[in-house]
């Protein structure tokens, strides 16, 4: 049946001549994939450039209980970016996260919480004019939280390492495997963990503790959701947060 529903762009590949494949993450159906007819013409009802990486859109799609992928009728934008696909740092998040996204969601259930965070933080990313430089990292640590995967906070204290593997901060160094980061890395990481978006213009960090954040968090979300690779779009990222 015919249903209408709105999601987040997560990838696209190419699905014969005049077709392709979107995995979105939307509002009523999870994670989901979809058939979109993309003619080469100027009258085409679809146009490639609303499947940009994060993008917003709104799909009228024929979502069937046994179908494993979708095909679309109508899609539009729900939400027309004004500054995240021009702005080349702002454009290169959306490729990096949209990339991790697409590895790191695989529900195919509705979940609500989980959409409207998505939703709220490519909007707050779209309409930020500057202060952004810590957003990647903020948006991954709280995203742990709608996964399962959000760290035990409650007993740190000064001097503690960071547990990678077991998600938790402890006052002896870890025996028994090499997945943990040391006390001065670990205060780090508690402060990146209490940010939120309106704060983390506040929490200055140089482009080697930034990319160091961000190694150790793809290593405790490697650690901790099966068969996760490197992303390919990580070096660029890193090359623009200098």
Not at 181 to 202: C, D, V, W
Request: hydrophobic share 40%; proline share 6%; net charge positive.
């Amino acid at each position: 049946m015919l249903q209408t529903t709105q999601g987040v762009v997560l990838r696209t590949v190419k699905y014969a001549d005049t077709s392709m494949i979107a995995d979105l993450y939307t509002r009523e159906v999870g994670r989901a994939s979809f058939v979109v007819r993309t003619p080469r013409t100027r009258k085409a009802a679809v146009k490639p450039a609303l499947f940009q990486p994060l993008a917003l859109v709104e799909v009228v799609a024929d979502i069937r209980p046994t179908a494993t992928i979708y095909r679309v009728r109508e899609v539009k934008s729900a939400y027309p970016f004004s500054s995240l696909p021009y702005e080349p740092r702002k454009a290169a998040i959306a490729l990096f996260l949209s990339e991790f996204l697409y590895r790191a969601v695989r529900e195919e259930a509705e979940n609500l919480p989980l959409f409207a965070y998505l939703w709220h933080s490519i909007v707050w990313l779209d309409e930020c004019r500057e202060g952004f430089a810590n957003f990647h990292l903020v948006f991954l640590m709280r995203l742990s939280r709608f996964l399962g995967l959000y760290p035990n906070l409650e007993d740190y204290h000064p001097g503690d390492y960071f547990d990678l593997q077991n998600a938790c901060f402890t006052r002896l160094r870890p025996q028994g495997h090499s997945h943990y980061i040391g006390p001065e890395e670990a205060s780090r990481l508690r402060n990146l963990m209490r940010m939120n978006y309106a704060t983390m213009h506040l929490f200055g960090m140089n482009r080697v503790e930034r990319n160091r954040c961000l190694d150790i968090i793809g290593e405790y979300y490697r650690l901790h959701l099966p068969e996760f690779p490197e992303l390919k779009s990580l070096d660029v990222l890193k090359a623009l947060f200098g």
